[in-house]
């Protein structure tokens, strides 16, 4: 019992001392990391301060139930809080005081304690005469009343906090303090990485208010939303959020600040397409609006490869064309922007300047006024390139719409009713359903879909649906639903053999925006070998007419194949060796003639571009300038013949090497622009060709909208914008959406 009423007094007299030296001296410590064994070391020589404590003791202990003392309820750590009232607890680890104690009365202890009180209310006192803002980062440690150091707030290391030293250094350190918010390099990077490029921080309001609205119009473009979004209940609060300041501008301001936007960048890309080395491209589409209007968006894209080797595929023109004027009535608004597609394609080959630089045009098959107008920009061509005759466009049917048409017009029969009630007769069934499309590497159709393309992914989950759950061989005690027979299972075999290469072949024609026209040959010619097979299938006609399918395609193909061959041919990886082989293994009769197709136009369009008539009669001019002598016009012809026609054999040269040498490894990392950027001037003709016929495109539909009825962008012209601004949403968004390096205000 006197052993713990002795443990007892030492617990209680070390608290009190550290107690009343602390609220003394003032000094912080830091609660996770101040022991017993500290504060002993610290408190070394305040023995009047340990008599005093212990004087207190008689005081302060009373007795517990059962006869004993306050227990030690102590810890090892003495934490405290940050506004300086400490909660103290700890083990006393001190050395006893061995010295004779005297006890004192309670008058004695009341006095010790007021004395206290009062040396922590004047040292509160002297806390509050702080006046640099710095300390409120910084603790002061002060001993006997003055400050001899500060403690950070944010990383508790402890700086020199003399008055006669200033506080300079303690600014210094918040500046780089690594446990402040935001003064870390990391934390920097990150802060300016937010700023526009070469922009430094400016205290300027202004600066806050323009960058959200960029970003904002970029994000209005890129997802083709209306400008009232801004002014919705849930964004203007994410805004005020961003920037306080920022002072909401009136949307109209806001619509008006964008078509300025659109008509600088629009210069810009004018510009870009005047300076580019070769050709373009344009390829038209028509989306259909409403079947009661008869209304159609003709779209059309701009296709190039620029002085950088990059290929842009850019929407440079959105007009409203209505079938039948007795409907402008119905639409007031639109009819100042109902156009021609005649007088469009000429605006538009004039505005950009395209009558020197206009190679082709891409279609939709089945649009003939499209055609028809096509046909009437050749009056207005004066370029000399040219890629089928002097003058002449180069007419290319979209293949995404040919492969569509193809297998759309020639479906009999539609068997995804008894396949999707298979599929999903059981909750079991159902749930197994859903586990395989969501594991199909498809696009999920949707309701708009093209038809075929929502049978072909119903019927790939239906082959992966068998294997967990398989035809059952006795039919006789059948449940309802009914289930699909083995023929019905051969039939969308078959019907998914023709149309697996043909939504690959739609994927990638359609897809990504640095797809050039060489990649396009190697997905059409795996349809054609499994066109060839179509006869030798099992329950085919079930699905298709076989004649007329292969009759189909057989039209389509000989439109395509000329062109995408010499694309080929300028394939460092292929060349015109693997197009023999290719017509050779298919084509055993007819090979001979698709070859040498092949070869006399690859090497008309290598004459052609070695020596135009203007370099032609440069030629011819000087070399009778230098003979000084007078010929005949007859003779002149001739001369004029001979010279092309010898020069001609010498340019030879640089092609049969090109098709003499090696080949390049085949890799999915290779890139053809880059290699004829590095190879121009080995093979500066060729590369003049790779520039043109790379750049032709092979379809007039947009990725988004491959596998739909109707592009999806049309939505923007039945909403509130004008015309005007939805056509430079639709233009913009093609703009950002384009894989090519343009540095522009549109460009990500």
């Not at 610290?42 to 302060?60: F, H, N, Q």
């Not at 007009?319 to 402008?328: A, D, I, Q, R, T």
């Not at 207005?380 to 089928?388: A, E, H, P, S």
């Not at 054609?528 to 076989?546: D, G, K, Q, W, Y």
């Amino acid at each position: 019992m006197a052993k713990e009423h002795r443990r007892g007094f030492d617990t209680i007299a070390t608290l009190v001392a550290w107690t009343i030296w602390k609220e003394r001296n003032n000094r912080v410590f830091n609660e996770k990391s101040r022991t017993w064994a500290e504060i002993a070391r610290a408190m070394t020589g305040e023995a009047d301060l340990w008599r005093l404590a212990k004087a207190t003791i008689p005081a302060m202990a009373t007795p517990m139930s059962g006869g004993r003392c306050a227990p030690r309820v102590f810890s090892k750590k003495v934490p405290e809080t940050g506004n300086g009232n400490d909660q103290t607890s700890g083990s006393s680890d001190s050395d006893e005081d061995n010295d004779s104690d005297v006890g004192i009365d309670g008058d004695a202890a009341a006095a010790a304690a007021a004395a206290a009180a009062a040396d922590a209310n004047a040292l509160q006192r002297k806390k509050r005469r702080f006046k640099s803002k710095v300390w409120e980062e910084f603790k002061a440690v002060l001993i006997d009343g003055k400050v001899q150091s500060a403690i950070c707030n944010h990383c508790k290391n402890c700086l020199v906090g003399e008055t006669t030293k200033g506080t300079s250094h303690l600014r210094r350190h918040l500046k780089s303090c690594p446990a402040k918010a935001g003064t870390s390099r990391v934390q920097k990077k990150q802060r300016i990485s937010t700023l526009q490029p070469d922009s430094s921080v400016s205290k300027d309001l202004k600066y806050g208010q323009v960058n959200p609205l960029e970003e904002f119009m970029r994000a209005i473009v890129s997802k083709l939303c209306p400008f009232s979004a801004m002014y919705g209940a849930s964004f203007a609060p994410f805004l005020a959020g961003r920037n306080p300041v920022l002072n909401m501008v009136p949307q109209a301001t806001l619509e008006e600040k964008f078509l300025s936007v659109y008509e600088k960048e629009k210069q810009k890309l004018k510009e870009k397409i005047i300076a580019t080395p070769g050709g373009v491209f344009l390829s038209l589409d028509s989306w259909y609006w409403d079947a009661d209007v008869e209304l159609y968006i003709i779209c059309i894209t701009v296709h190039f490869i620029d002085g950088d080797w990059k290929i842009n595929r850019k929407t440079i023109r959105c007009s409203p064309k209505l079938v039948g004027s007795y409907m402008l009535g119905l639409l007031p608004r639109l009819k100042s922007n109902i156009v021609n597609v005649k007088m469009v394609l000429k605006e538009v080959v004039q505005d950009w300047g395209l009558q020197e630089k206009l190679l082709g045009v891409t279609l939709q098959p089945s649009e003939d006024s499209i055609k028809e107008a096509s046909l009437h920009l050749e009056d207005d061509l004066t370029g000399r390139k040219y890629l089928v005759a002097k003058c002449k466009l180069l007419n290319i049917p979209c293949m995404v719409t040919a492969l569509h048409e193809l297998i759309e017009d020639s479906i009999m029969c539609d068997m995804t009713p008894a396949w999707s009630c298979y599929m999903t007769s059981s909750p079991e069934r159902k749930q197994k359903y859903e586990q395989v499309l969501s594991q199909l590497h498809l696009d999920g159709a949707s309701y708009g879909s093209k038809n075929w393309y929502s049978q072909f992914c119903l019927y790939e989950a239906a082959l992966q649906f068998i294997k967990s759950f398989p035809l059952p061989e006795d039919r006789r005690h059948q449940t309802n639903p009914l289930r699909p027979s083995f023929d019905d299972l051969e039939a969308i075999e078959s019907f998914c053999k023709i149309a697996r290469p043909i939504y690959i072949a739609v994927k990638a024609i359609s897809g990504p925006h640095n797809v050039m026209y060489n990649s396009y040959f190697h997905v059409i010619w795996r349809l054609v070998a499994v066109i060839r097979e179509l006869p030798s299938m099992n329950n085919t006609e079930r699905n298709f007419h076989v004649p007329v399918v292969q009759k189909e395609f057989d039209n389509n193909w000989r439109k395509w194949y000329l062109w995408l061959s010499i694309a080929v041919v300028l394939d460092p990886r292929y060349k015109l060796g693997f197009i023999e082989l290719c017509f050779r293994q298919d084509f055993s009769h007819d090979a001979g003639m698709y070859i040498s197709e092949v070869r006399a136009k690859l090497y008309e369009l290598y004459i052609q571009y070695s020596y135009d008539n203007g370099q032609s009669n440069e030629i011819l001019n000087n070399r009778n300038s230098d003979s000084g002598t007078q010929i005949s016009a007859p003779l002149d012809n001739q001369i004029q013949n001979y010279t092309i026609a010898q020069a001609a054999v010498e340019e030879f040269k640089e092609l049969n090497e090109y098709l003499g040498g090696g080949l390049c490894p085949q890799n999915d990392s290779f890139d053809i622009l880059k290699w004829w950027r590095d190879n121009s001037s080995t093979y500066p003709t060729l590369a003049k060709m790779a520039r043109d016929i790379l750049a032709i495109p092979g379809c007039a539909v947009s990725a988004e909208s491959a596998f739909d009825s109707c592009d999806q962008r049309v939505e923007v012209f039945k909403g509130k914008f004008r015309p005007e601004t939805a056509e430079a949403l639709v233009c913009a968004q093609s703009w950002i959406k384009s894989s090519v390096t343009y540095i522009g205000y549109f460009q990500e």
